[in-house]
């Protein structure tokens, strides 16, 4: 069932009130889960065991998640074995 229009807009008042103050940094261009590896001073050799899986395969995970291609849950299960809670918002970029 559609939602009305004073109810849309009033969820989207709301949801404006909530991402406003919502400041995110640049994604770096080696990507996220490098850039947290690297910081954390954790080898591929040691995420990739945590990960069950080769360094090459870790540097592939890395490459497809700075290029934008990562899948959801292999996001997942590198954020979990960095320790890393994974955030997935959609923030509109205009106002309601």
Request: aromatic share 2%.
């Amino acid at each position: 069932m559609a939602m009305s229009p004073s109810l849309r807009r009033r969820a989207r008042r709301v949801l404006d009130q909530e991402l406003g103050a919502v400041q995110l940094p640049p994604r770096p261009a080696i990507g996220w889960l490098r850039t947290i590896r690297e910081a954390l001073g954790m080898s591929t050799v040691v995420l990739a065991r945590r990960l069950g899986m080769s360094p090459q395969g870790l540097r592939d995970l890395e490459r497809s998640e700075a290029d934008e291609g990562i899948r959801m849950n292999s996001l997942r299960k590198v954020a979990d074995a960095l320790d890393c809670d994974l955030v997935y918002d959609l923030i509109p970029r205009h106002p309601g």
